[in-house]
């Protein structure tokens, strides 16, 4: 039987954290790895020992297997948990852990190879009897290959990285005409995510739900599955809202979804977690889509429906334990709900955002659970993928379940970052998603119009609150501890006050009670500061006592206002910029992150939404296109190059 007493945990952010809590609390020691950006992470700080393990790119770090096991050997590390992502479905780093006797926390290297391959495992699945949908998983690669497929299969389609994962390497094509470019773009994100540049292709379900059993079994021959989870709110084909159970499963269907798994794991003799995922369609047929042969992001709300920690699962299997329950012991017992908060702009296609994280604070109550590795202060980097932590909860039944979701999600003070927040909210209240109506296109079909996605302008309201604060800022560093200080008493103050690209003036005239009148749009709002600090604002808004988290910083201010953060600057003392326009010719970078091809050059001719290069940051390629016809001009940067958010990369002069 394997012994081990050290773990070394081969991953980063919420799972490394996640998965320190369960093997700290079972008496084992933990080692984290870090690359130079995530020194002081908290993945980091929670460990016993941890060891540097290369610059901040993951092919240079997370994705280094000697320098991870080199940790392992240097530490006296006994077993190696790769997460999820990075090595965690890494045939050759399982051989590797084995090789140099470390005991690897997952499936054989032989299963993690064929269920890696979308490919392989496709035809596995079929010949095991696992329903499958129809598509082309063939070995030929060529562009006339898989033309000639596609066009045989029909459109919609979707191509997929055979090695993928995560919605990277897959794309939805809707005709032929878009076939070739969509080709390129996938293979080149699988190519540069999982080193592999190999596609399927498969006939698109016209909105299918996403629902996935987790299945676990361990070295003496017992396999079980612990139910389904409904996965259907995705963005980008990523799934952002998770749920157990699938609110439309039957008793039949999950027998017959959960012995379809079983049978997948059985075709490769699966020890330990998996994840086998279906596609459900609306007639109830359902459809094998991949296995997963590690944990999942999601697993937190499988652990609340059973009762179970599945992390403890996995090492007691690892160990050569055997399962501790038989099928039939299974039970289910309410109903779970998880968002992944992630850094990103859903008003500009879901594109990443970086920065400094300046304010934190998860919701803190019973019956929350939050899922992270964050620290306030940290940076939000370009290097890995951007989901920033999960919040998960239990209730008696599903809406219960959502209730307090949506609470947590509007409680919860992210700041510095912009972030997907708004959207959870919306998407958890809105009326289809209350009744489980709902697919893998609901964002596409319900939130289409750019109001929905973006954030929403301030209210008059919102704006005098910021006012008021930087108005309290202000008198707190002219005269601390001076309560109520200002400037010409009693005459009123102009402001002007940004949020984005858009300025209001407000007027603010302080009462020697300390009442503040602030004059917005027309209103005039009566305010009271009650008590203030550098993190919380007690305040009584036209007789409406509220609270709000703030953070500041010279003429930033964030503040955190229901279901989301605002950022607010104070543009009183600033010049008022000029306006550039998208033809203004000037192509630049949309975030941190790096030049992965250029496919033009200085004195090429290009028409308006031509390809020009494309730029991967948080293991997705973004895209970017010519504003205008015109000629390359100035072309700034070669490609491997790091460019930073909003850097000038080339000019696009127009042709007279």
């Not at 770090?61 to 992502?85: E, F, K, M, Q, V």
């Not at 850094?343 to 899922?371: I, S």
């Not at 309201?461 to 910021?466: D, M, P, T, V």
């Not at 602030?518 to 007789?543: F, K, M, P, S, W």
Request: net charge negative.
């Amino acid at each position: 039987m394997p012994t081990f007493s050290k773990i070394l945990i081969a991953n980063r952010g919420e799972i490394a954290c996640r998965i320190q809590r369960t093997t700290q609390a079972l008496g084992y020691r933990t080692v984290a790895v870090y690359s130079e950006a995530d020194a002081d992470a908290l993945h980091v700080r929670m460990a016993d020992e941890a060891v540097l393990i290369g610059p901040a790119p993951v092919r240079q770090s997370y994705l280094n297997p000697p320098a991870i096991l080199d940790a392992a050997r240097r530490t006296g590390a006994d077993a190696i948990h790769p997460g999820y992502g990075f090595l965690s479905e890494n045939a050759e780093f399982a051989r590797a852990c084995s090789e140099s006797g470390l005991v690897f926390i997952g499936p054989s290297a032989e299963a993690i190879e064929l269920m890696g391959s979308k490919r392989r495992s496709k035809i596995a699945m079929v010949a095991a009897g696992v329903p499958c949908i129809a598509g082309y998983q063939g070995g030929a690669q060529d562009d006339d290959t898989l033309r000639r497929e596609a066009e045989r299969l029909g459109y919609p389609l979707m191509i997929k990285a055979s090695a993928g994962g995560g919605g990277r390497g897959m794309r939805l094509v809707q005709r032929s005409a878009d076939l070739l470019e969509q080709l390129r773009t996938a293979r080149s994100e699988a190519l540069h995510g999982f080193g592999n540049d190999e596609l399927i292709l498969e006939q698109a379900l016209v909105d299918p739900r996403h629902v996935e059993v987790q299945i676990f079994g361990d070295h003496h021959g017992q396999l079980i599955h612990l139910g389904e989870r409904d996965c259907s709110i995705q963005r980008r084909h990523q799934k952002i809202i998770e749920e157990a159970p699938c609110p439309v499963m039957t008793a039949e269907l999950r027998q017959a979804m959960g012995d379809a798994a079983l049978a997948a794991g059985r075709a490769v003799k699966y020890v330990g977690a998996g994840t086998v995922e279906f596609l459900l369609a609306a007639d109830g047929r359902f459809y094998f889509l991949e296995m997963n042969t590690r944990l999942q992001v999601e697993h937190p709300v499988t652990e609340l429906v059973t009762g179970l920690d599945l992390v403890a699962w996995q090492l007691d299997v690892a160990a050569g334990l055997p399962l501790p329950l038989r099928q039939d012991q299974l039970q289910l017992r309410g109903h779970a709900m998880q968002v992944r908060l992630y850094a990103e702009d859903p008003g500009a296609d879901f594109l990443p955002q970086t920065g400094k994280l300046v304010g934190w604070e998860p919701p803190d109550r019973d019956g929350v659970r939050t899922d992270h590795g964050l620290l306030e202060g940290q940076a939000i980097t370009p290097f890995y993928d951007p989901m920033l932590g999960k919040l998960i909860v239990h209730g008696a039944s599903r809406e219960e379940a959502r209730r307090k979701l949506l609470r947590a999600v509007e409680d919860c003070v992210l700041l510095g970052v912009q972030s997907n927040q708004r959207l959870l909210a919306g998407l958890l209240a809105h009326p289809r998603f209350v009744a489980s109506d709902f697919g893998t296109g609901f964002i596409e079909k319900h939130f289409t119009e750019p109001a929905a996605l973006r954030s929403a302008e301030p209210s008059a309201e919102q704006l005098a609150i910021a006012t008021a604060l930087f108005y309290h800022a202000s008198y707190a560093s002219h005269a601390p501890g001076l309560g109520g200080w200002r400037n010409n008493a009693g005459a009123a103050l102009h402001y002007r006050i940004g949020v984005g690209e858009h300025d209001w003036p407000l007027t603010l005239a302080a009462e020697t009670d300390g009442t503040l009148n602030i004059g917005c749009a027309g209103q005039l709002i009566e305010l009271q500061l009650l008590d203030v600090d550098r993190h919380g604002a007690t305040l009584i808004v036209n007789g409406i006592r509220q609270h709000h988290d703030w953070r500041l910083d010279g003429v930033d201010l964030w503040l955190s206002t229901r279901p989301g953060a605002m950022h607010f600057q104070d543009r009183t003392r600033a010049a008022v910029a000029s306006k550039t326009t998208i033809s203004d010719g000037m192509l630049r970078a949309p975030m941190d992150g790096a030049i992965v091809e250029v496919l033009v050059s200085e004195g090429s001719t290009v028409r308006q939404g031509q390809l020009l290069m494309v730029l991967e940051a948080m293991k997705i390629e973004h895209p970017l296109k010519a504003g205008i016809d015109g000629v390359v001009r100035q072309l700034q940067v070669s490609q491997g190059e790091q460019v930073k958010n909003r850097q000038v990369l080339l000019q696009v002069e127009t042709a007279h």
